[in-house]
């Protein structure tokens, strides 16, 4: 069975950092494309980085300089750094991974949710 945890979301003051985690089970981070995805409320998922297998990164315009993907594959667990967080981060964040090997299945998290706010 597979799954992926995320966690590190909390209420956190403009200007302030968090990093989210996505903890994976059942499935090979480090053979897998993994994104995160956020999602406001009234408001359409959308991409906000990506790591491909082969450790390519990819960012949306809105966060690059300020997020970081990385991958530790000795813990199969894919981080989310985020600085210089601004109101407009507030969102439900995702962990989204697709397997690059056996029957390339997608797999999404439960979420954590990130607040900013003053």
């Known amino acids: 069975q597979v799954q992926l945890v995320e966690s590190g979301g909390d209420l956190v003051q403009p200007g302030g950092s968090l990093r989210l985690s996505c903890a994976a089970s059942?499935?090979?981070?480090?053979?897998?494309?993994v994104g995160w995805y956020r999602q406001a409320p009234g408001k359409q998922r959308e991409l906000v980085a990506s790591?491909?297998?082969?450790?390519?990164?990819n960012y949306a315009d809105s966060v690059k300089g300020r997020f970081t993907i990385s991958r530790d594959n000795a813990q199969n667990t894919v981080y989310l750094q985020m600085n210089n967080l601004k109101p407009e981060d507030t969102a439900v964040y995702y962990c989204?991974?697709?397997?690059?090997?056996?029957?390339?299945?997608?797999?999404w998290g439960q979420g954590t949710q990130v607040t900013v706010s003053s």
């Open positions: 989204n991974a697709k397997k690059w090997y056996d029957d390339y299945s997608t797999y």
């Open positions: 059942g499935i090979i981070l480090r053979l897998s494309e």
């Open positions: 790591i491909t297998v082969g450790g390519r990164t």
